[in-house]
C-alpha cells in the first residue's frame, strides 16, 4: 500500500545537538494544508549496516557482546557498518571473518529494513550466510567476542532469552524462520 500525499516541504535544517558520534537535528516542516511543525531527527547517515545470520553444522553463530544502552552482554547475530566502497555482500563476509572467524560461500539477502524512520535513516540489510569456511580478520571490538553456538532446531527457544531481545536480532529471527520454512515447502 503505497500513499501517493504530497510530502512536507522542508524549510530548514538545523543542528539541535552535537556529540562525537550523533548530530540531533531540527527540521522545520510545512504541510500540504499549510501546517508547520519542527521535527527532530539523527542525521541521516551515510554509511548503511549489515546483520549476518550465521549457520554451520545446523546451528547459528550468534556472539555475545557488551551494549552500553542496557549496560550488559547481548546475545545477537554479527552486525557493523559498511565500509566506503563495500556492497552490502563484502560488508557482511568482512563482519564475518572479524567477529566469528567464518567467510560464507552463499550469502542471500533476507530484507533491508530501517529501524525507526521517524527519527533516522539508517538501512540495514540482513544477511543469511551458509557454507562457512574459517577464515578470520582483525576487527575492531575492543575485547575478544563470544561466539555462541545456538541449535537451528531450537530457533524458537531463542525468543525466550532474556538476553537476545534487540529489535533487528528479533526481526532477523523471525527472516530466517520464514525463508527456512519457504525453502522447505518449494523443495
Known sequence: MHNARQKP???????????????IQAVDLQFSN????????????????VMVVAIHQDK????SEYAVGTERYELGFVKGLMDAGETPQ???????????????????LLKTVITSPGFM??????????????SRL???E?????VIEYPLQDLDKLLSHDDF???????????LRDYLAERKHSV
Not at 11 to 20: D, E, H, I, P
Open 9 to 23: 516541504q522542508i524549510l530548514s535544517v538545523a543542528t539541535a545537538a552535537k556529540s562525537r558520534i550523533f548530530e
Open 34 to 49: 499549510g501546517e508547520r511543525r519542527t521535527y527532530e531527527r539523527f542525521k541521516p547517515s551515510s554509511r548503511c549496516a
Open 60 to 63: 547459528l553463530l550468534l556472539i
Open 90 to 108: 563484502q560488508s557482511a563476509n568482512r563482519e564475518l571473518q572479524e567477529e566469528i572467524g567464518f567467510k560464507a560461500q552463499n550469502l542471500t
Open 121 to 134: 535513516h539508517n538501512p540495514m540489510h540482513i544477511f543469511l550466510a551458509e557454507n562457512l569456511t574459517p
Open 138 to 140: 582483525d576487527g575492531d
Open 142 to 146: 575492543p575485547e575478544p567476542l563470544d
Open 165 to 175: 531481545c534487540e529489535a533487528r536480532n528479533l526481526t532477523a529471527l523471525y527472516l
